[in-house]
């Protein structure tokens, strides 16, 4: 479905990435972990178009899309929910929610019937519907977040730190609405600096290192990886992990990409 090969991009004239190579199946959860720095964040700007890629190629259902203006990849089922704060506390949660069907906002019938999809999926924008956003909790205020951007019915949903700032309940439920998004057909990208959590809802991981890939395979053989564990889960193999579901399939091990730590 998603696929970037050798893909070089940074800030200013820098690199950040160096040849990242990725790939995201249809309806798999893929979860991008790695230390502050590695890269991670930048690989959901190129995708969504937010940073342009100084080389390499960025393809959704065979399309090239690095060239494509933001909008334009959005028009592609492709969305990003950035890391926070992304909600204008003013405006009310349906509010909130309509704007992320601006680009259907000519077409009333199917806004309607979006956003019948939305309070379906996501009870908090029923429930909180007339208050500002900035009245609600940060995890209400994730799920808002989360629902707004499925107002324009997404393929692939990229979401920058879902657990950031979260107490555990919160967590359960964003892990929750993220896991009924997938079962409902939508392939989903994280990026997640709570690797038990990240992982534990994942079927694949990726781990990056420097701007690169450094090792790619199914969530659970990623958590398994010995060297792994020791660096991002307290030195035991990921066998708690803080979401719903414990992920993927068991087979295919992990596939290491190049050989420095
Ligand atoms: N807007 C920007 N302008 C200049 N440099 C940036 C910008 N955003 C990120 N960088 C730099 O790019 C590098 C990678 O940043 P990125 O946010 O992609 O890393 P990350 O792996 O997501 O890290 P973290 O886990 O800390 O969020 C860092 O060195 C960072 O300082």
New binding site residues.
Partial sequence: MLSLKGVVA???G?S??QGVDLECAPQTITC?V??????????L?VISGLLKPSSGEISMNGEAIADRSPDEILRRGITQVP?SHALFPTMSVRENVLMGGYLIRKDRALLRERLDMVLERVPIVATRANDNAGNLSGGQRRMVEIARCLMLDPKLILL??PSLGLDPRSLAGVAGLINELNQAGTTVLL?E?NVRLGLGLATHGVV?EG?KVRLTGTATAIKDDPEIASLYLGGASGSSPGGPSSGGPSSGGPKTETTSV
Avoid at 34 to 43: D, E, L, Y
């Fill in positions: 940074g800030y200013g820098g950040v990435l991008i790695g230390p502050n720095g590695a890269g991670k964040s930048t690989v700007r890391q920058d730190e990026v600096q990056m701007g």
